[in-house]
């Protein structure tokens, strides 16, 4: 299992396959603040992506969250709210709700996002996670995707392998893999990438970090 595992960790930096990382179920917990940036690029290309997230827990199980989202030429902000329902060892069952508005034009409403977060240990530090999402964007087609994890924690990291399912076109799914690395007191360290089932030769990589307080 891990000559298993420390395969995956070094697959990542040769050829890494999805930009998403995966939620977990469960809400920050009251007077929590959490805080997470991530940037994401293209090798090749100049198509650039920052991200920045705050999250504060009112309560065990609910928070309000604000996020910003700029890539080259656009940029948005969101507000809305993450709530927890369940969270036992064997399952946890959360969500969220977002709207997000342009910053480039008056804050004129862009999109909402709606999504279900599930999780569960299988067996020590084998655990699945599952993402839904339902997008609605304004002047375009909504979006449904599905991201389905599989990730097992070994001392201080955990990579990640599963699937991207676009729900909304044909069932298109691209693989996904993925670690993250509990680095420093407080938070984590994130390693992502994409494209790489559709494209090989330009992947999308992801760097991202996190910190609650």
């Keep these: 299992m891990k000559k298993f595992?420390?395969?995956?960790?070094?697959?990542?930096?040769?050829a890494v396959s999805f930009a998403q990382v995966p939620y977990y179920a469960g809400s920050q917990g009251k007077n929590k603040t959490?805080?997470?940036?991530?940037?994401?690029?293209?090798?090749?290309?100049?198509?650039?992506?920052?991200?920045?997230?705050?999250?504060?827990?009112f309560t065990d199980h609910f928070?309000?969250?604000?996020?910003?989202?700029?890539?080259?030429?656009?940029?948005?902000?969101?507000?809305?709210?993450?709530?927890?329902?369940?969270?036992?060892?064997?399952?946890?069952?959360?969500?969220?709700?977002?709207?997000?508005?342009?910053?480039?034009?008056?804050?004129?409403?862009?999109?909402?996002?709606?999504?279900?977060?599930?999780?569960?240990?299988?067996?020590?530090?084998?655990?699945?996670?599952?993402?839904?999402?339902?997008?609605?964007?304004d002047g375009a087609d909504n979006q449904v995707d599905q991201w389905t994890y599989l990730g097992y924690t070994i001392g201080k990291f955990t990579p990640m392998v599963g699937a991207i399912t676009d729900c909304s076109h044909d069932f298109k799914t691209d693989i996904a893999v993925g670690v993250y690395a509990n680095l420093y007191k407080g938070g984590y360290v994130y390693l992502w990438g994409s494209g790489l089932t559709k494209n090989v030769y330009d992947p999308r990589i992801v760097i991202g970090f996190d910190y609650k307080f």
């Design 34 to 57: 959490y805080t997470y940036f991530s940037t994401k690029f293209h090798p090749g290309e100049n198509n650039q992506q920052m991200y920045i997230v705050v999250d504060h827990g």
């Design 63 to 137: 928070d309000l969250v604000t996020d910003a989202t700029v890539g080259t030429g656009w940029a948005y902000q969101g507000f809305g709210t993450r709530f927890n329902v369940v969270n036992t060892k064997y399952f946890g069952l959360g969500g969220q709700a977002m709207a997000d508005f342009n910053l480039n034009d008056n804050y004129k409403f862009g999109y909402a996002c709606f999504s279900a977060y599930m999780n569960g240990n299988i067996y020590k530090g084998l655990h699945w996670v599952s993402n839904t999402w339902y997008t609605v964007y």
């Design 5 to 14: 595992i420390l395969t995956i960790i070094a697959a990542l930096f040769v």
